[in-house]
């Protein structure tokens, strides 16, 4: 079985900063992706950002010079630093990944993690 278990979050003011990390855990034999999503009220889940294991990565349009994603492949972790947050940043943020166990890539995601922006 595979976990991911997330940490950071919180309630922060307009302008400010969090640090979002997950952890895969379990019987991984590699990580193909690793990434973020959120959901805020009444809306679809959409990507934030996404890292490949090789290094590469994409940002939604709407984070892109304020979110920086970044990967320890040695530790199975990705970490999402989130600079200049505001108030459309509110959400619950999910860590997903593409992981690879025995011979089958299978999508996981973590449990959430709220993020709010407010005053």
């Known amino acids: 079985q595979v976990q991911l278990v ?3 979050g919180g309630l922060v003011q307009p302008g400010g900063s969090l640090r979002l990390s997950c952890a895969a855990s379990g019987s991984i034999r590699s990580i193909i992706t ?5 959901q805020a ?4 889940r959409e990507l934030v950002a996404v890292i490949r ?9 709407s984070v892109k010079g304020r979110f920086t994603i970044s990967r320890d492949n040695g530790k ?8 200049s947050l505001n108030p459309e940043d509110t959400a619950v943020y999910y860590c997903n990944a593409l992981i ?11 449990q959430g993690t709220q993020v709010t922006v407010s005053s």
């Open 53 to 61: 294991s090789g290094g590469s990565t994409n940002y939604a349009d």
């Open 6 to 8: 997330e940490s950071g």
């Open 100 to 110: 690879v166990v025995q011979l089958v890539p299978n999508n996981y995601w973590g």
């Open 34 to 38: 690793m990434g973020w999503f959120r």
């Open 41 to 44: 009220p009444g809306k679809q």
């Open 76 to 83: 199975n972790t990705v970490i999402l630093q989130m600079n």
